[in-house]
């Protein structure tokens, strides 16, 4: 009889039920006004989601033949990207007979590990998948 007075009493009231465990036994259910409740989750999971934060991948090409400078340059790059969280990718493609001088390309993707050595962590180290060479450098904890 409790029960029946108490949802006539919320339906008066314009509440609703909300079942919080309809597994249980009995089933738990409560009496609130779900409009209000839905704003209140809806306005949590976008706190939640202002909060979080997500790590941006950034690609660099590299090449089997490339000069001393174009390297500097990239590595200055990249040490802007670490240094400001992001992941760096590096990706080198063999095109053509180049894909025969792979030890060529791999000693150049070494020579860009070291170079940011302080900067970052390997994450991924280079493997050739087709005719790609790639590896992940995430920045390093402060």
Known sequence: MLRREALEKAYDMDLDLLCVAPNAQPPVCKILDYGKHRFEAQKKAKEAKKNQHTTEVKPLRLSPVIDKHDFDTKVNQSIKWL???????????????????????????????ESLAEYSIVEKKPSLEGNIMSCVLAPKKK
């Open 83 to 113: 240094s400001s969280g992001m992941k760096v990718k590096a990706d080198m493609r063999f095109r053509g007979r180049l894909i025969t001088r792979q030890e060529v390309g791999l000693k150049i993707m070494n020579d860009f590990i």
